[in-house]
């Protein structure tokens, strides 16, 4: 089956930035969108990001610091975010679709803290 494996989480400051990497198994011309979800501790997984046929679209929280993009010689999925705040530390997890069904990467864990 599809497995995607999301990598580039880390420890940064608030306004720093980071680059998460989601690298699928096979060739992503397969999937109809690819995105990348958020969650914290008790709460619901929201919506970040997401890319479909070259557009891409963007939770209000997120939208004008975070862009989606992909490569897919390389098969792989990025999210690159700048000035980051405390409030967007969460496990992020790619996701990618195609007709009829949806896969969900393990996440990684981003913390935006001082």
């Known amino acids: 089956q599809v497995q995607l494996v999301e990598s580039g989480g880390g420890l940064v400051q608030p306004g720093g930035s980071l680059s998460l990497s989601c690298a699928a198994s096979d060739s992503i011309f397969r999937f109809t969108s690819m995105g990348w979800y958020r969650q914290t501790p008790g709460k619901e997984r929201e919506f970040a990001a997401a890319?479909?046929?070259?557009?891409?679209n963007y939770a209000e929280s997120v939208k004008g610091r975070f862009t989606i993009s992909r490569d897919n010689p390389k098969n792989t999925v990025y999210l690159q975010m700048n000035s980051l705040k405390p409030e967007d530390t969460a496990v992020y997890y790619c996701?990618?679709?195609?007709?009829?069904?949806?896969?969900w990467g393990q996440g990684t864990q981003v913390t935006v803290s001082s």
């Open positions: 996701y990618a679709a195609e007709l009829g069904r949806g896969y």
């Open positions: 890319i479909s046929s070259g557009i891409t």
